[in-house]
């Protein structure tokens, strides 16, 4: 195997400050509960920076920052709007090997996919939405769609910039103006990104930012003078935002857990196969809410396409983010690494098979080697549970029938993918799917233009593509 010399990208790009106060009303201050947590570099443990957590008090003056800047910026040509969105995405474009360092530092991901999936995927979407902002008419939602008003957004920490960019930019583009809460353990790119509105000159109030744990996102979301709730994360959580928001009249859409099936049937190019597999529950350490974390193998395939997976993983690189070399960086946090050993501890005392490449760990940070588990039945909790981390059931069928049947037996309905060469069999099956994306061929591919969102415990709405704007208007 080759050996790899280190190529870290430079830390030296971003400036990190000490401390980060609240972005409300176009500027920052410090808040007025004065209480603040540290986030860190998950690959290190070093602390990165503090920064302040919204009491009450600070939800309602971003809540009411985005309540007067509403009127002006609501009523602004759409042609208006969608200037300030392709001065953002272009500047994002501008800023974007800073903003992808900060997000390795902040969130663990390896810099090759903050530098080529996040960093370009972020900018795409909002020039995506900049082009619908002045056609709004065009849309198939009436003549002249009118926005809902102040949006409330909490988003998880797994894709922190480009789950803000797909809350942020829709609503802009349909005339709202916005309150987020970025995850606790990653909230630096939003708070860079403030200061992105700030260079694009975004009217003050447009974008709030408000910083803290579960409780400044419950408050938000509670909040009488929010029209509009956009919440993805787990599905616990999405239950008691449904909850809070049910008989209020808010408008409401969740995107939550999945447990997506990767079906490979016996006539895939397996050398592909095996890529979209690796793709689809390692990319991002498997923190992905659409990984395929059920891989469906055509029983007479199974072991060659082991061995072939086997050999495959043995080449994953694991360690420092920021080196360009890494393909699995560092679990996003204590909590979640904890999350990921104890579920794989249940899938070995239920009676799975559990093997990983050899591979060395840092000592400091948190880590989880890639981890496949073999004679996973439908029972096992590692079949059920969503792991979110980079750890692969392995199931086996028969017949396709009995592969729809297997990938539809969860409560989730994310995404699911098929591999096979003919393709007849793949849209039969695709059809039968009850999951809001079917990858064919192919896994985890990612588009401003298309629509994205979950059946059942997944959630519902959808986020992404026209369809993603009418989440936004009345
Ligand atoms: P979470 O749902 O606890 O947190 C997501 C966001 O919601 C964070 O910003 C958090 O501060 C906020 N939040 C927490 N409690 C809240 C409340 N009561 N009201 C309003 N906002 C609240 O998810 P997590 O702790 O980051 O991860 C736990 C599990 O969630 C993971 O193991 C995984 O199963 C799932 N998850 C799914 C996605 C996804 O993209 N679908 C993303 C992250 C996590």
């Known amino acids: 195997m080759f050996e790899y010399a280190p190529a870290p990208e430079s830390r030296s790009v971003v400036e990190i400050a000490s401390s980060y106060g609240l972005f409300i009303d176009g500027s920052f201050d410090g808040g007025k509960d004065g209480d603040v947590f540290k986030t860190v570099n998950p690959a290190t443990e070093e602390v990165l920076a503090e920064v302040a957590s919204a009491g009450p008090e600070d939800v309602d003056r971003a809540v009411a920052a985005a309540r ?8 602004l040509p759409g042609a208006e709007r969608a200037k300030y969105l392709f ?3 272009r500047i994002i ?9 900060l997000e390795s530092l902040d969130n663990g991901k390896p810099i090759r996919e903050s530098r080529d999936v996040d960093l370009p995927l972020v900018a795409a979407h909002f020039f995506y939405y900049a082009g619908w902002a002045d056609k709004l008419g065009h849309a198939g939602f009436g003549p002249d769609p009118r926005p809902l008003g ?32 970025p995850a606790e353990t990653t909230p630096l790119s939003a708070l860079f990104f403030a200061d992105v509105c700030r260079q694009a000159e975004l009217p003050a109030g447009v974008v709030n930012i408000v910083t803290g744990a579960g409780d400044t996102g419950a408050y938000l979301v509670a909040h009488p003078d929010v029209d509009k709730v956009a919440f993805t994360g787990s599905t ?23 447990k997506a099936a990767n079906i490979v049937f016996d006539d895939a190019p397996i050398d592909q196969a095996v890529e979209g597999i690796v793709n689809g529950i390692f990319f991002n350490q498997g923190h992905v809410c659409c990984a395929g974390s059920r891989l469906l193998v055509q029983e007479s395939l199974f072991e060659p396409l082991m061995d072939s997976l ?76 969503e792991i979110f981390g980079p750890v692969l059931s392995v199931l086996t069928f028969r017949t396709p029938d009995e592969a729809v049947a297997k990938a539809n037996n969860t409560p989730y309905g994310l995404s699911a993918g098929i591999w096979s060469e003919k393709g007849s069999r793949i849209l039969a099956v695709a059809d039968q799917l009850r999951a809001g994306v079917v990858w064919a061929n192919t896994f985890n591919k990612f588009d401003p233009a298309s629509p994205f969102g979950g059946y059942k415990e997944s959630g519902y709405g959808r986020e992404g593509g026209r369809h993603g704007l009418e989440a936004y208007l009345a």
């Open 93 to 101: 474009q501008e800023r974007s090997r800073e903003l992808a360092v």
């Open 150 to 181: 102040v949006a409330a957004q909490v988003i998880p920490w797994n894709f922190p910039l480009l789950m803000l960019a797909w809350k942020v930019a829709p609503a802009l583009a349909t005339g709202n103006t916005v309150v987020l809460k």
């Open 68 to 75: 007067r800047a509403f009127g002006t910026w609501s009523a």
């Open 310 to 385: 086997k050999r495959r993983m043995a080449t994953l690189r694991v360690g420092d983010p920021l080196d360009k070399n890494t393909d699995v960086g560092a679990i996003n946090s204590a909590a979640q690494l904890t999350r990921i050993r104890e579920l794989s501890e249940i899938g070995s005392v239920e009676g799975a098979e559990r093997w990983s490449p050899e591979c060395q760990l840092p000592d400091r940070g948190f880590w989880f080697a890639p981890t496949i588990f073999t004679g996973v039945t439908q029972a096992h909790r590692i079949a059920r549970e």
């Open 87 to 89: 001065r953002i995405a």
């Open 236 to 258: 616990e959580v999405g239950r008691e935002i449904a909850r809070s928001v049910s008989g209020t009249g808010k408008r409401l859409t969740l995107e939550l857990g999945g």
